[in-house]
């Protein structure tokens, strides 16, 4: 059974930064490509960042990119992705997502590619 489970999210003013992680006890995660997407109220999942299984490869959303930072820890197969300067429009709830299989350094940013999906969690910025 595959377990993603997120945390990091809350309320920050704008301008202000949060780290999420996501955590993956159950699985090969050194095996797994990873990314991050959002859902705002009313709107489609969206694509923000994704990781190759190796950690070489990243890949970002125009609206995030140098903002945010994905990144991860096989040894400890937890997933993050550092958000800084955040604007009232980054606001979402926000989720991981594994891929089963991928070569070593290739990143996918389709939700359509991912097979497994944390709960999510909120992040707030205030204006």
């Known amino acids: 059974q595959v377990q993603l489970i997120e945390s990091g999210g809350g309320l920050v003013q704008a301008g202000g930064s949060l780290r999420l992680s996501c955590a993956d006890s159950l699985r090969a995660f050194s095996s797994s490509p990873m990314g991050w997407f959002r859902q705002a109220p009313g709107k489609e999942r969206e694509f923000v960042a994704a990781?190759?299984?190796?950690?070489?490869?990243?890949s970002y959303a125009n609206s995030v990119n140098s903002r945010f930072t994905i990144s991860r820890d096989n040894a400890r197969k937890t997933l993050y992705l550092q958000m800084n300067a955040l604007k009232p429009e980054d606001t979402a709830v926000y989720y991981c997502?594994?891929?089963?299989?991928?070569?070593?350094?290739?990143?996918?940013?389709?939700?359509?590619?991912?097979?497994?999906w944390g709960q999510g969690t909120q992040v707030t910025v205030s204006s």
């Open positions: 997502a594994a891929r089963l299989t991928g070569a070593y350094s290739a990143t996918f940013q389709s939700k359509d590619e991912y097979d497994y």
């Open positions: 990781i190759s299984l190796s950690g070489g490869q990243a």
